[in-house]
C-alpha cells in the first residue's frame, strides 16, 4: 500500500491567495504614491524640525541663532542654521558660521517643485533687500522672531513637468508663532 501524501485543503490555498493579494495591494499601493515630499505638510514638518534644533541650540548654548533662508536662481531653495560668533578682526561686530551637529540636521533643501517667493518681516521683503537670502533670529531664551515665509508649488499640469507648467502654481505661507518657535501653515491657495 501507499502511503497517503499530506494535500492543501481548498481553505488553504484560499487563505495563501488572499495574504498574496493583500500584501500586493499593499506595496503596490505604496509603491505608485506620490512621494510626500512634495507634499505642503511634509516640507513644513522639515523646517519646524530646523527651527526646533536652533531654538534647542539657543536655549542651551545662551547664544543667539538664526535661520537663513536662501533662494538663488537655478538652485533649490534651502533653510540652515547659522551660530552668532563675535568678531575677533572687528571688535564689537558679530560674525555668523554654518552650524553643524552630527546628531541632527541643520539645513533643509527644499524639493525642487518649491520656490521661496517672500520672506516677510512684518510688511518689510527680506529676500529682495539681502540678495536671494533672509533671516530669521532666534534668541536665548527661545523666542523666534516671527516672519511669514511664502512659497510658491509649481504643478504638473496635463502630464507636463512643473518646470514645463510653471504658470500653474500653488501659493502658500508659513506663519512664525514667536513663543512656541513653530510654522503653521496658513491657508491661501489659488491658482496663478
Not at 510688511?123 to 515665509?149: D, F, H, R, S, W
Request: with cysteine.
Amino acid at each position: 500500500m501507499r502511503a497517503l501524501r499530506p494535500a492543501f485543503t481548498l481553505f488553504e490555498v484560499l487563505m495563501v491567495a488572499l495574504l498574496i493579494g493583500v500584501a500586493a495591494t499593499f506595496f503596490l499601493s505604496r509603491a505608485f504614491r506620490p512621494s510626500p515630499a512634495g507634499d505642503w505638510k511634509s516640507v513644513l514638518y522639515e523646517v519646524n524640525n530646523i527651527v526646533s534644533f536652533a531654538r534647542q541650540e539657543a536655549i542651551t548654548q545662551q547664544q543667539v541663532h538664526r535661520l537663513v533662508f536662501a533662494q538663488k536662481a537655478g538652485s533649490p531653495a534651502e533653510v540652515w542654521i547659522e551660530l552668532e560668533r563675535d568678531d575677533p578682526e572687528k571688535p564689537g561686530h558679530k560674525r555668523y558660521q554654518k552650524l553643524a551637529a552630527s546628531y541632527a540636521a541643520t539645513s533643509y533643501t527644499f524639493p525642487p517643485e518649491f520656490v521661496l517667493q517672500a520672506v516677510l518681516l512684518g510688511k518689510k521683503e527680506m529676500l529682495a533687500e539681502n540678495k536671494g537670502q533672509a533671516y530669521c533670529y532666534i534668541v536665548p531664551e527661545g523666542l523666534v522672531q516671527q516672519v511669514t515665509v511664502r512659497l510658491v508649488k509649481k504643478m504638473a499640469k496635463n502630464g507636463l513637468s512643473y518646470e514645463a507648467s510653471a504658470k500653474y502654481e500653488l501659493s502658500e505661507s508659513f506663519v512664525m508663532d514667536p513663543f512656541f518657535g513653530t510654522f503653521s501653515l496658513q491657508t491661501s491657495s489659488q491658482l496663478v
